[in-house]
């Protein structure tokens, strides 16, 4: 059943008290200014309250606002989109999640969908991480795009100094060891990376004396919405081991490379 429309009546008294009614119902101060300003919504300011002021420019604010989904969101994401040739025109009353793809469907069921077309394009677009840089995007700032392109670190040192950067300070790394426990935070996390190189190290040693040098990259992926970087360091077959990839007295003249042994690591060998 259609609710009828109230009408909102607004009495000042002499000692300066509003009150609101509603079909002869006093309404609590709250319901009822919201209700009066969606009502007279094009009354000049001076005959709004100082109360009634206040709410009506924040709702003029919120109109004015670029959203998705109601939520309102930083207008960087607006200039960036344009930058992309989203069509953020044809957005209804400027949200994000009313644009439609060339099927009629919505371009975007998630913000994160929004975050990812961005990611994308500054993934395979140096100029455009560049942009992304220049503007101070979130997630974006102090970015360099060799290590940003392919979310790698080529060591401890290279993982520190992507946590330094002004996009991923905020970050907590999460780390999980080859046994499946969770180290989180930096420095724990930088530990559990530390060992872990000790340990394949050592290992290698056993296997093959003449390994000279050993270089780890590592992958990582971001959760924006939990702010965390999370590298895992546990095997993708735990019937692999790295004597399958190194033979005892195996004396190779070039380096070799161990790419499909853990989730996030990979690791080139080089011998003496």
Do not use: C
């Not at 959203?67 to 040739?85: A, S």
């Not at 300070?169 to 724990?188: A, F, Q, S």
Request: proline letters at 3%; hydrophobic letters at 30%.
């Amino acid at each position: 059943m259609k609710k009828k429309n109230v009408n909102i009546k607004r009495i000042v008294t002499k000692s300066g008290q509003v009150r609101y009614y509603g079909n002869g119902k006093r309404l609590k101060d709250r319901l009822g200014k919201k209700k009066f300003i969606q009502q007279n919504p094009n009354l000049p300011l001076n005959q709004y309250t100082k109360s009634e002021q206040k709410s009506a420019k924040s709702k003029q604010r919120y109109n004015d606002a670029w959203k998705f989904k109601g939520v309102q969101i930083q207008d960087i994401y607006i200039e960036i989109l344009k930058k992309l040739g989203v069509p953020v025109n044809n957005a209804k009353n400027k949200d994000l999640a009313t644009i439609l793809d060339k099927d009629g469907k919505p371009r975007y069921r998630r913000f994160m969908d929004v975050q990812k077309e961005i990611d994308k394009k500054a993934k395979t677009d140096k100029n455009f991480l560049m942009f992304l840089v220049e503007k101070g995007m979130p997630n974006y700032r102090g970015r360099d795009y060799d290590t940003f392109k392919d979310k790698t670190a080529k060591n401890i040192t290279d993982l520190s100094d992507i946590l330094d950067t002004e996009a991923l300070r905020n970050y907590t790394l999460v780390v999980t060891d080859p046994d499946g426990d969770e180290h989180r935070g930096r420095v724990k996390g930088l530990l559990a990376v530390r060992d872990f190189e000790i340990n394949v190290g050592e290992e290698i040693l056993k296997l093959s004396t003449n390994s000279a040098f050993l270089r780890f990259d590592y992958s990582y992926r971001l959760d924006f919405k939990n702010r965390e970087m999370i590298i895992d360091l546990q095997k993708t077959n735990k019937y692999k081991e790295l004597s399958d990839y190194i033979d005892r007295g195996f004396d190779p003249k070039e380096s070799l490379d161990i790419n499909d042994l853990w989730e996030n690591v990979s690791l080139e060998v080089m011998f003496s």
